[in-house]
C-alpha cells in the first residue's frame, strides 16, 4: 500500500479528471468505482487506486491511495505535478 500526497495547480475538478483517463478504462483499465468532482475510486488487477482531492490556497492537494498500482500512482502523480 502507498499513500501520497502531492500538489498541483490543476482544479480539483480537473485532476479528478485526469485520474479517470489515467486509470480508468481507456487508461490502465481500472474500473470506476467512484467518480465525484473531488474524489474517484478505481478497482481492478486485485487492487485499487483512490484519488481525493482539496483546496490548499492557490493550489489542489491530491491524496492517493494505492493497493497494488504504486508504480502506476507515482507515473501519475509525475504527470499531474
Given at each position: 500500500?502507498?499513500?501520497?500526497?502531492?500538489?498541483t495547480?490543476?482544479?480539483?475538478?480537473?485532476?479528478?479528471?485526469?485520474?479517470?483517463?489515467?486509470?480508468?478504462?481507456?487508461?490502465?483499465?481500472?474500473?470506476?468505482?467512484?467518480?465525484y468532482?473531488?474524489?474517484?475510486?478505481?478497482?481492478?488487477?486485485?487492487?485499487?487506486?483512490?484519488?481525493?482531492?482539496?483546496?490548499?490556497?492557490?493550489?489542489?492537494?491530491?491524496?492517493?491511495?494505492?493497493?497494488?498500482?504504486?508504480?502506476?500512482?507515482?507515473?501519475?502523480?509525475?504527470?499531474?505535478?
Amino acid at each position: 500500500m502507498l499513500r501520497l500526497e502531492i500538489q498541483t495547480k490543476l482544479s480539483p475538478e480537473k485532476a479528478v479528471e485526469k485520474a479517470v483517463a489515467f486509470f480508468g478504462p481507456d487508461g490502465y483499465g481500472l474500473e470506476v468505482k467512484e467518480n465525484y468532482k473531488n474524489h474517484a475510486y478505481f478497482e481492478g488487477g486485485g487492487g485499487g487506486v483512490t484519488i481525493s482531492t482539496s483546496v490548499k490556497g492557490k493550489k489542489t492537494a491530491v491524496d492517493i491511495v494505492s493497493n497494488e498500482w504504486d508504480f502506476q500512482v507515482r507515473e501519475f502523480a509525475e504527470k499531474i505535478t
